[in-house]
């Protein structure tokens, strides 16, 4: 209890300005953890662990509005499926968290609900779209938070806050009771202070696999991709530290396609999922969403068929490559992403998601962890396989 | 003026009965009635027609709920895109009709807004998911309805009752403003009394081919498929009728695979795509689904995932063996559905769809219309195609 009402306190005093969660949930957390921990002994490993929850994913009673101006006084009546196997466990599930409208976005700059900080630094995006997500583990307000990751959005937020994020393969954990975006790449996710953490969270919410690095970890290579030289270090340092750990280390072929060619035909896959699930929501209430999301869905639409086509068939072959060349490896050590938390009022980057996007078109596991730090930000390693449970344990052996 | 009065004391007679409207909008419908035909020329072949629209496609101001309680009060505050291409061209949109919840069903049993009863027997169902759409144009409250077509759901209606349903392919038609169901196979469709008045609303809703039999007319072989003799023999005359009028005919070689099977496998892929749609919605207000459709999501969501590989594989492979088999024919003669209605008192077939899928899987156009009529009831016939045109001219040479 006392450590609750620490996180309560710490909340009250820094989420104003950090704008992470957006209600919280004092009676019910509360309650939660006046009964965690009966005897003082663990039910789960999530019993009393302060979890909070993306607002695309539904908490009975809460609102449940994905970031959508037009959902903004929606209310779950019931829990979604993981959100319900972490209250069975004991959670303290402590309130709603920010993220892109729709979460279709990676800054977490929400038109209708504000935009989240990084807590390392104001100006500077948590990420997104499970921005909140990152924002809140990064400041403290909790332990994990649970997000969802379509093309990168739990991992980019962990990334750039300097945590672990993990994203399942997909169909591993269910969907039930969270808003789609593309279900075909739809998952959800943990961010987490550490990857022991989102490894307990993550085997609770369901079976998985033993967490050991079984086999030679592959090394994929950066050449020709837009990588920072902070990232490329990065990657380099967490090779050698694997190596020093007695981990066969190898660098992989790369794939015959442009990793921000891949990345785009997902986009517009995301985004055409997209139109297919809110166009008929934007007709009946147009000023729910911003002109920005509204723009988004007009482009989706206007691509000719050809583009459609080329996109779909660019996916099949590439989900296939994919699998193909991480087969060899437990995993594949990787960027998370290009380059560490950008300023809100710098360009923002087109590439933020063309090393995570390769795991949900897989659907191959992926757990990002902290790799050290560049100019105040985060850097950022991704481990990513058919091997859930190595890339876990990979990230558990490297994160520093 | 006199037209529109005459069909809304027609509606006020018999709606209550047949509950094809759930709503009228009677000041909206007269308003356009009068601005309709200027000086007495019409600007569109669409000038004054009244049309029904069903309760999953969006008009301004009225209530847009897909026949789902959860949704009863949600009100479109903008046209869907087909709706405002219609009122461009002077429609008099008369009023919302019924249907399936959520579209998922083929008999307009709907719990939460009743029944549509087909027009010619009471007793009997009217077809679904767009019951309200056929139960409407067959009673005369207007002259076409716009429905919605997933895996056979405008011409299913159509043909139990006696008119004709017109499914363009898919992605003709912009489906901006409609509920989706399943993106990859939702078509919007057209009811109308005759296949003149369905290629009138189909060509001003967007460019379409020319409407001529440009080539043989192809027979589906019906041996080991669960047809009734008064289908087969319908099939047969409207064969006959073809090749009387100058038109080659050739019986073209089975599918591989077994109808049923492909239909089972393509409402698994619907039922999982709706489980994406609908389970943060049945999680928000669970009280707002009926029992049965959320069994019918937790049955889809507890296939095994080599069920929903198997399927997919199978859906895949049905969409190229369907296009190849049709390519050699201007269109395919088939019938629409196995049986003709029946009451809602008996045992509910399970394969109405199993010919109607097939366009829907193979992305084809299929004009469906009345053969004759058995035992009261009408029986349908489909013909099913790459080329649009050839569907609509067919169905317009052999309708009676």
Redesign the interface.
């Known amino acids: 209890m006392a450590a609750l009402e620490a996180r309560l306190a710490r909340i009250a005093e820094r989420n104003p300005r950090i704008n992470a969660f957006l209600t919280i949930d004092v009676a019910g957390a509360r309650a939660a953890a006046a009964q965690a921990r009966p005897g003082g002994r663990a039910r789960s490993p999530v019993d009393g662990m302060p979890i909070g929850i993306k607002a ?1 994913i ?1 908490v009975a009673g809460w609102k ?1 509005h994905a970031g959508i101006g037009a959902w903004r006084d ?7 499926a993981c959100v319900a196997r972490l209250r069975a466990g004991g959670a303290v599930l402590l309130g709603l968290l920010n993220m892109d409208e729709a979460a279709l976005g990676d800054t977490t700059d929400n038109p209708h609900f504000g935009r989240t900080q990084n807590p390392r630094e104001p100006g500077f995006t948590a990420g997104g779209s499970s921005g909140g997500a990152g924002a809140a583990v990064a400041a403290g307000f909790c332990e994990a938070a649970i997000g969802t990751d379509t093309l990168g959005s739990v991992r980019i937020p962990a990334a750039y806050c300097g945590l672990t994020g993990h994203k399942p393969p997909h ?1 591993a954990i ?7 975006l593309a ?1 075909r790449f ?1 998952t959800v996710g943990i961010v987490a202070r550490t990857p022991g953490v989102a490894a307990a969270v993550r085997n609770w919410l369901d079976a998985a696999p033993a967490a050991e690095v079984g086999g030679p970890v592959g090394l994929f290579p950066l050449d020709g991709t837009t990588t920072t030289d902070a990232m490329r270090d990065a990657v380099a340092r967490m090779a050698e530290k694997a190596a020093h750990n007695g981990i066969a280390v190898q660098t992989m072929a790369p794939l015959d396609d442009d990793l921000h060619d891949i990345a785009k035909a997902a986009f517009l896959m995301v985004a055409l ?1 997209a ?3 809110y ?2 929501e ?6 729910g969403f911003s002109q920005a999301f509204r723009d988004a869905m007009a482009w989706a ?1 206007a691509q000719p ?1 050809t583009r459609r086509k080329a996109a779909e068939e660019k996916l099949i072959w590439a989900a296939e490559a994919i699998r193909q060349a991480f087969a060899p490896y437990a995993c594949v050590l990787m960027p998370t992403t290009p380059q560490p938390a950008f300023p809100f009022d710098a360009a923002r980057p087109r590439d933020t998601a063309d090393f995570t996007c390769l795991a949900n078109i897989g659907g191959l596991a992926a757990t990002c962890f902290p790799a050290g730090v560049n100019a105040c930000m985060a850097v950022s390693v991704q481990a990513v396989g058919a091997d859930e449970g190595a890339c876990l344990a990979l990230a558990g052996l490297l994160a520093g």
Chains 1, 2 share one sequence.
Do not use: H, K, L
């Open positions: 695309n539904a449940f929606r209310i779950a009546a019931r829990d979604a169909g269910s969907t039930e009771g969270v808003v789609p279900p739809d999922s139109t297919e699930i166009d008929a934007v007709v009946r209430a147009p000023e639409r068929d």
